[in-house]
């Protein structure tokens, strides 16, 4: 079965430092793979999605996620956090169409 | 498109009472999924639809919790009696095949 587990339930960056969130997966099959955002009180909007063509996949925001099959990767960057990056961020994994399993997410706090 | 909508947005309802939360998925969507958000266990899974047939129930957490898809636009979770630790966010979400979900805005139900 497919899992995910993401490093770091809390990561702090400085304003217009890099953004780093991991993301480690583990799947029998080929898979696709996403990444969410969630503000307060709010859904899950979608970021990214790998679902088997280019490696490095570019989203929303200016974020961009590099699927690393390899080492069963799929971390999540920006190259400068801005004050409204701060949220809840989850990365998920689906083996086809079977539903997405989400990790347990990561909460990014970005400082002045 | 109006997405995915749930409603109500939020319940607070005594220990006990029937609660039914509803979902409205996005047209020509074929997959519907119930998940369940809560501080200590993260997006769990309850259960998802195929094209209105039920085809996986086991993260029900237990007989007090149904869910029926009627039709192809609309789907009700119902929680009979609810109790306090059934507290929790609640999110429906549909997909067409082999891409990502979309989410709806959520119901935060709360059982005092």
């Known amino acids: 079965a497919q899992s995910v587990t993401q490093l770091g339930s809390h990561v702090s960056v400085s304003e217009g430092a890099l953004v780093l969130l991991r993301c480690n997966y583990s799947s029998s099959v080929p898979p696709y793979l996403f990444w969410y955002v969630q503000y307060p009180n709010q859904g899950l909007q979608l970021l990214l999605k790998?679902?088997?063509?280019?490696?490095l996949v570019k989203g929303i925001n200016g974020f961009e996620a590099e699927f690393k099959k390899s080492e069963t990767s799929f971390h999540l960057t920006k190259p400068s956090a801005h004050m409204s990056d701060a949220a809840e961020y989850f990365c998920a994994v689906s083996e086809g169409n079977t539903p997405l399993v989400f990790g347990k997410g990561t909460r990014l706090s970005v400082i002045a | 498109d109006a997405g995915v909508i749930q409603s109500p947005r939020h319940e607070v309802t005594e220990m006990g009472q029937e609660v039914t939360l509803r979902c409205k998925p996005i047209s020509g969507h074929n997959s519907l999924f119930w998940y369940r958000q809560t501080m200590m266990r993260g997006l769990e899974l309850l259960i998802y639809f195929n094209n209105n047939v039920p085809i996986d129930d086991s993260g029900m957490p237990e007989d007090r919790f149904s869910a029926k898809m009627p039709n192809a636009s609309f789907s009700t979770l119902k929680i009979q009696p609810s109790e306090p630790r059934d507290s929790a966010v609640y999110f429906c979400?549909?997909?067409?095949?082999?891409?990502?979900?979309?989410f709806g805005q959520g119901t935060r139900l709360t059982v005092v």
């Open positions: 790998y679902t088997s063509a280019a490696t």
């Open positions: 979400a549909s997909r067409p095949a082999y891409t990502e979900a979309f």
